[in-house]
């Protein structure tokens, strides 16, 4: 039996509420911070169809690691 902190396929959560803690907590226990990617919302009543929980850094540009004081970069 897997710990309660590991997804499962097929999981479903009751509201996003219970998701976003899920995913919190799935994050803390592997090593990593979450963010909300994004959230589509209903036209008609406005409510949230689906949403995305993704690494935090996940889409981020990473820092230049070349040295800048360097004038003429080796050909």
């Not at 039996?1 to 590991?6: D, I, N, T």
């Not at 499962?8 to 996003?16: A, P, S, T």
């Amino acid at each position: 039996m897997s710990p309660s902190w590991l997804p499962q396929i097929g999981q479903k959560f009751g509201n996003l509420d219970d998701a976003w803690s899920f995913w919190i907590n799935y994050g803390g226990h592997v090593g990593f911070e979450v963010r909300k990617r994004y959230t589509n919302e209903s036209k008609y009543d406005g409510k949230t169809t689906s949403s995305r929980y993704v690494c935090a850094k996940e889409g981020r540009q990473a820092l230049d690691k070349r040295d800048h004081a360097t004038k003429k970069p080796p050909s």
